[in-house]
């Protein structure tokens, strides 16, 4: 089965700058998360969807990122304006279904750099 | 707050050795504790524990939690060099929530 794919792998922006990042998740999982990973920390979850709603988004920094799962499939995360602090890797990942248990399919990431 | 704890940060070993990798949590509604290997791309899976005292095995790596003490444990026996990685520790918790540890950076040196 194909895994959870994202899109770019790689980004360079100055601050100010807005970004965008792609998820597709696995074939069929309901649930789909971001995660933000800063170098030397674990993933911190930015936004939880289930099926095309928000389930929780608490970690957020609303003021500048959003994030957007139109039809229930993949989503996009966007940050704007970018930070400094904003640098780290930014992970997607799927589940079956968000209740318990639950284990999470986690994509290749993409490591953004805020110059 | 919840908070997941990993000890130690970084570890390095030689191939043959024996590790032990810990993980402490104190969360609000505890539902379950996962094991994760991230090398260079995305954390892969190894384990999920839902109940105290019960080992999951894998080949060379164990896990067990004990959920009076809220800690785990993640062994790994004849270490090679393919093992070296960050291993994170999650645990799902509160309605939603996955609270993820920092990791623990295990390097296996030939």
């Known amino acids: 089965e194909a895994g959870v794919a994202q899109s770019p792998r790689y980004k360079i922006i100055e601050k100010r700058q807005s970004v965008a990042f792609w998820c597709n998740p696995i074939?069929?999982?309901?649930?789909l998360y971001w995660y933000q990973q800063i170098l030397g920390q674990g993933p911190k979850l930015l936004i939880q969807f289930q099926n095309n709603g928000v389930v929780d988004d608490s970690q957020l920094p609303k003021d500048r990122f959003s994030a957007e799962r139109l039809k229930g499939v993949d989503s996009t995360l966007k940050i704007q304006p970018a930070k400094l602090e904003d640098s780290a890797v930014y992970l997607c990942?799927?589940?079956?279904?968000?209740?318990?248990?639950?284990?999470?399919?986690f994509g290749p990431g993409t490591r953004l750099t805020v110059l | 707050e919840d908070k997941v704890v990993q000890s130690p940060l970084s570890l390095v070993v030689h191939e043959g050795d024996t590790v032990t990798l810990n993980c402490s949590y104190e969360?609000?509604?505890?539902?379950?504790l996962l094991w994760y290997k991230q090398e260079k791309k995305a954390p892969t899976f190894l384990f999920m524990l839902?109940?105290?005292?019960i080992e999951k095995k894998s080949g060379r790596l164990s896990s067990i939690l004990d959920k009076k003490e809220l800690f785990s444990i993640l062994n790994i026996t004849a270490t090679q060099t393919g093992d070296s990685a960050i291993y994170l520790c999650a645990v799902g918790c509160g309605n939603n929530d996955m609270r993820f540890g920092a990791g623990t950076r295990l390097t296996v040196k030939p």
């Open positions: 074939s069929g999982h309901a649930t």
């Open positions: 969360v609000t509604n505890f539902r379950s």
């Open positions: 990942a799927s589940s079956f279904w968000g209740g318990f248990p639950d284990t999470q399919y």
């Open positions: 839902t109940s105290s005292g």
